[in-house]
């Protein structure tokens, strides 16, 4: 069955500080994997995307790595911003365009 | 560029009361997709939408949810009747089937409240 896990659950941290979420997946055929930012209300945004071949890939202050042989994927975040509050959901997409979604890790930044 | 319009954003209904959701996504996306996201949970697939056709209403409740996109463009979901589990946020979202950019572009959502 085709699944995406993510941890931690919910994360907070105080401002300026880096932290680092996980993704581990059984997805298959995979094509490629998202990193979403979901802001409260409002519908999740992409941040990177990264295919088969691709072990790191940055924007701005995000760095997502994907490991394909152990099926594992992390989005580091440098020097947190209030603004980084929000919901940060892993996306698997198969090459049937099927978008298997994690549940998120909510992460709360403190001042 | 315009965005994925939704509407309305928010609704309150009680059970069994019927509702409908619109959805007019990013001019010349051909594939338009509707999710479930109940509060703390990633977003559900309900219905995969290309052009007019549907690719994918595996995990669409048909005996209460349906949806159509008749025109290839814009999309409703409609839900007949409501049950106090369908209290969630109704995300719309669209991409394009060109090489390169399929990223999906998703609405703000519509928040249902079912009482």
């Known amino acids: 069955k085709n699944q995406v896990e993510q941890s931690p659950q919910s994360l907070i941290i105080l401002e300026g500080k880096n932290c680092t979420l996980q993704?581990?997946?059984?997805?298959?055929?995979?094509?490629?994997l998202r990193w979403y930012k979901q802001d409260t209300g409002r519908g999740p945004v992409s941040l990177t995307i990264m295919t088969f071949s691709e072990n790191t890939k940055s924007n701005g202050r995000y760095t997502a790595t994907l490991d394909a042989d152990t099926k594992q994927s992390s989005l580091h975040i440098t020097a947190s911003q209030l603004s980084d509050s929000a919901s940060y959901i892993c996306v698997v997409i198969t090459y049937g365009q099927n978008f298997v979604f994690g549940p998120g890790t909510r992460l709360s930044v403190l001042p | 560029e315009a965005g994925v319009a939704q509407s309305p954003r928010y609704k309150i209904i009680e059970k069994r009361q019927s509702v409908a959701f619109w959805c007019n996504p990013i001019?010349?996306?051909?594939?338009l997709y509707w999710y479930q996201q109940i509060l703390g949970q990633g977003p559900k697939l309900l219905i995969q939408?290309?052009?007019?056709?549907?690719?994918?209403d595996s995990q669409l409740p048909k005996d209460r949810f349906s949806a159509e996109r008749l025109k290839g463009v814009d999309s409703t979901l409609k839900i007949q009747p409501a049950k106090l589990e369908d209290s969630a946020v109704y995300l719309c979202?669209?991409?394009?089937?060109?090489?390169?950019?399929?990223?999906?572009?998703f609405g703000p959502g519509t928040r249902l409240l079912v009482l």
């Open positions: 939408f290309q052009n007019n056709g549907v690719v994918d």
């Open positions: 993704c581990n997946y059984t997805v298959s055929p995979f094509s490629n």
């Open positions: 979202a669209s991409s394009s089937l060109r090489r390169g950019e399929e990223t999906q572009y």
């Open positions: 001019s010349g996306h051909a594939t």
